[in-house]
């Protein structure tokens, strides 16, 4: 399975973030499936945003799920992270991930 991340790489503080990661190799609604969004902040260690499974339920970490939201697009085989109201604290580099299989990552700055 093969993903890849897309997204702008420069968002104002305030503003809504959306990224897409597209699936190849393998369905997002295959039973068992699930699928995650998970970012790296500068000089930090991986953090959990949160997950979409094949079902389309949604579970996302605490610190964030005021903010969170994962949708997804079967016709597109893809899953979309939209986080509000963002800060310079979201600046990071963001994954998807099924968990075996990772994008290559896309780095989003949040700044003025």
């Known amino acids: 399975v093969q993903l890849q991340e897309s997204g702008p790489g420069l968002v104002k503080p305030s503003q809504t973030l959306s990224l897409t990661c597209t699936v190849s190799?393998?369905?997002?609604?295959?039973?068992?499936?699930?699928w995650r969004w998970i970012r790296q902040p500068p000089g930090k260690g991986l953090e959990c945003i949160g997950t979409?499974?094949?079902?389309?339920?949604?579970t996302y970490s605490s610190s964030l799920k005021n903010r969170t939201s994962i949708t997804w697009d079967t016709s597109k085989n893809q899953f979309t992270l939209h986080l509000t109201s963002v800060i310079p604290e979201d600046t990071a580099v963001y994954f998807c991930?099924?968990?075996?299989?990772w994008g290559q990552g896309t780095q989003v700055t949040v700044s003025s």
């Open positions: 190799g393998g369905s997002i609604t295959t039973n068992g499936n699930a």
């Open positions: 979409i499974n094949y079902s389309g339920r949604n």
């Open positions: 991930t099924n968990y075996l299989d």
